[in-house]
């Protein structure tokens, strides 16, 4: 698992070499600021990290223990739940919502789980094609309706049907922009009432897809699907392919929130659970060399 992450954050790496060419034993705050503002952690939090930190000279234990610190809310507990275990995926349209309901769905089965997926964003033909073809291609059931119809009715239908043949996850997909935020929220909190009604203790997990090319843009959509309905966790899509991973600090610093898998390529078994360990090891293997025993 370490590989993927660390493979992931090359980018970012690259970014942090650009101001930190060469590894060393201990840096100094002024190239501490100019590393984490280079990995895109939020300026704020680089102000609080620094103002922790009495000495002259960071080691890298120092740094790390304050990294991991930012990271503390991490730590994600499955609640209790009668099956069908039932997921609502959230996030703006283009963050990857489908992909890493088809990478959930491949994770699940492999896992030797029953999934059957729901296509909940009816504001788009597209996205209920493309989870079609998800579907087809994982061989898993798939409740879907025409574009415009009730997205939550097809909420419904799902756990219904999961429940009339004991199928154990259902995954939902919905809409991530309606014209206005109003109808986004009014809409995504009805389809969390009517998960209930379907089947009580649902949506037992309610999980927020963000963009890492984003980098700290990605907080303040954060805040606001929050605000609406409440996030139990967090994925981050597009690791790979982004010079920010230093946001995933300020991500979990500023919501309080579990970051739960990074997406680290785009085919289905490229989701790899967030270790915070691993994945502030992988920053620090780029910065330090080891003390001379």
């Not at 600021?33 to 009495?54: G, M």
């Not at 139990?232 to 579990?258: M, N, Q, R, V």
Request: aromatic share 8%; charged share 25%; proline share 3%.
């Amino acid at each position: 698992m370490f590989g993927f992450i660390k493979k992931s954050l090359g980018k970012t790496v690259d970014a942090i070499k650009t101001v930190a060419p060469q590894k060393k034993v201990t840096f100094t705050k002024d190239e501490l600021e100019d590393i984490l503002l280079e990995a895109d952690v939020e300026y704020e939090l680089v102000e609080i990290i620094l103002n922790e930190i009495y000495q002259d000279k960071i080691t890298r234990e120092i740094l790390r223990s304050k990294l991991l610190a930012t990271l503390a809310y991490t730590s994600y507990t499955e609640p209790q739940f009668t099956p069908p275990f039932v997921e609502l995926i959230v996030g703006v349209n283009g963050a990857g919502k489908t992909t890493i309901i088809s990478k959930l769905a491949y994770k699940y089965k492999s896992d030797g789980k029953s999934v059957l997926l729901g296509a909940g964003d009816t504001f788009r033909a597209a996205a209920i094609e493309q989870l079609t073809l998800w579907a087809d291609k994982l061989e898993i059931p798939i409740v879907s309706s025409k574009q415009g119809h009730d997205s939550s009715a097809v909420a419904y239908d799902a756990i219904d049907s999961a429940k009339a043949k004991a199928i154990e996850h259902v995954i939902i997909d919905t809409a991530g922009r309606l014209h206005t935020q109003t109808n986004l929220a009014n809409e995504l909190k009805k389809i969390k009432r009517i998960c209930e009604k379907a089947h009580a203790g649902s949506p037992h997990r309610t999980l927020l897809i963000l963009d890492g090319t984003q980098g700290n843009s990605a907080i303040t959509q954060a805040k606001a699907f929050n605000e609406m309905i409440g996030i139990d966790g967090i994925i981050i899509t597009k690791l790979d392919g982004t010079a920010k991973g230093g946001s995933i600090f300020s991500i979990a610093y500023a919501l309080e929130l579990p970051i739960l898998y990074v997406g680290t390529g785009e085919q289905p078994e490229n989701l790899t659970p967030f270790d915070k360990y691993e994945f502030v090891d992988g920053l620090l293997d780029a910065l330090f060399q080891e003390e001379e025993k």
